[in-house]
């Protein structure tokens, strides 16, 4: 089946600090997607990326859509504490499918 | 504001009891799903359902089915519940078919005893 490993599961930074995670899957599909998740509440839609190449920025986030369409990667520049949370990838191929991959967990230290 | 309402933050339950749980969108989405969260699996699909009486079986429909009467609100029901259906449950709706953007609830998180 179809698999998405996202890395690193977890990391500590000191406030100011740029982020970097990233997700790699087995297959090729046409749309990344990248959530974040506040501790206690449902994922929300940061960025969606559409076509291989693609490089997009939603404020201090910065994410790409791999050229071989099987990776993605999101950057945080100078982190604050309420980028604390659970940050998701996930693909889908445009039906009800959506895959995820299991989170990285950031932890801000001002 | 686009708004998806789940009727219990949490939930203890015992074995054996049958369970609702209940979600509300007031977008006028065709589309929602369940979905549950555990440690280190990501977000697993339980049920997805495109119109009101119409569903799909997820990648873990076991021991759990659905239902939508009305197109704002999709019921996750667990109907003999059991230990290892402790998990954080989460609810999304969609618009067309067209769109990716899932809107997630604020999740239900159930722990059977």
């Known amino acids: 089946g179809q698999q998405l490993n996202q890395s690193p599961q977890s990391m500590f930074i000191q406030e100011g600090e740029d982020v970097s995670m990233n997700c790699t899957s087995s297959?090729?599909?046409?749309?990344w997607l990248w959530y974040k998740q506040d501790p206690g509440e449902g994922p929300v839609l940061l960025i969606a990326?559409?076509?291989?190449?693609e490089l997009t920025s939603n404020g201090r986030l910065t994410a790409q859509f791999g050229i071989t369409r099987k990776d993605s990667f999101l950057n945080i520049s100078a982190s604050i504490p309420s980028d604390v949370g659970i940050y998701f990838c996930?693909?889908?191929?445009?039906?009800?499918?959506?895959?995820f991959g299991t989170g990285t967990r950031l932890k801000v230290l001002a | 504001d686009v708004k998806v309402t789940q009727s219990s933050r949490y939930l203890v339950k015992r074995t054996g009891e049958k369970v609702f749980l209940e979600c509300v969108q007031d977008?006028?989405?065709?589309?929602m799903f369940w979905y549950r969260q555990d440690p280190g699996l990501g977000l697993r699909l339980i049920y997805f359902?495109?119109?009101?009486?119409?569903?799909e079986k997820g990648d873990i429909p076991e021991g759990y089915s659905v239902s939508r009467e009305k197109k704002e609100r999709f019921s996750l029901i667990l109907e003999s519940a059991s230990t290892n259906q402790t998990s954080m449950y989460l609810c999304?709706?969609?618009?067309?078919?067209?769109?990716?953007?899932?809107?997630f609830g604020p999740g239900t998180r159930l722990l059977v005893l």
């Open positions: 990326l559409y076509k291989a190449g």
């Open positions: 996930a693909f889908t191929s445009g039906t009800y499918k959506y895959i």
């Open positions: 999304a709706s969609r618009g067309t078919s067209g769109a990716v953007t899932q809107y």
């Open positions: 297959s090729i599909f046409n749309t």
């Open positions: 359902s495109y119109d009101v009486k119409m569903k």
């Open positions: 977008m006028d989405h065709e589309n």
